[in-house]
């Protein structure tokens, strides 16, 4: 089941859902009325039944036996369920106008990008880091998103006071 795909099919395949989803807010009455707030508990099951899976997934992975093909193509599917639920939150944000599907995708490759300088900002030549070391870099990258974070907040509500 395996295959690999060039980025240009990815794009294409993401576009393409992305406009079936937004068909369905147009078209479909019960995608038409969905919230955040309806599809909240959608996420949390789509989220419990992916943790399953990935579990399932992980101790089939010993051996190359149906029960093993099943469980990837039972993960793949809740994988494909928990994508729908963040496109389908993104529909309802470039409706109503909050935010966009690019700005979700802009926004997590930042924060993979920030948070992985061992990765996308050290010499090639220079050793990788010690666990010790990444658990020290990655208290300080959480510690620096908190505060900006907080300042963020604290710079919205100055606005609105």
């Keep these: 089941m395996t295959t690999e795909r060039n980025p240009v099919d990815l ?35 789509e989220a419990s039944e992916l943790a399953e899976a990935l579990q399932t997934a992980e101790d089939a992975l010993t051996g190359d036996t149906a029960e093993s093909a099943t469980a990837i193509e039972d993960l793949v599917e809740e994988l494909g369920d928990v994508l729908l639920q963040v496109l389908m939150n993104a529909a309802i944000g470039e409706q109503a106008g909050t935010f966009t599907l690019a700005e979700v995708l802009e926004t997590v490759e930042a924060k993979m990008l920030r948070r992985h300088p061992h990765v996308f900002e050290r010499d090639p030549n220079a050793p990788e880091p010690t666990d010790d070391e990444l658990s020290a870099q990655w208290e300080a990258i959480k510690a620096a998103e908190r505060e900006a974070r907080a300042q963020r907040i604290a710079a919205r509500e100055a606005r609105t006071s």
């Design 11 to 45: 794009g294409r395949r993401l576009v393409s859902l992305h406009q079936v989803i937004t068909r369905l807010r147009r078209e479909c009455p019960w995608d038409r009325v969905q919230t955040h707030a309806t599809l909240a508990p959608y996420a949390l099951d």
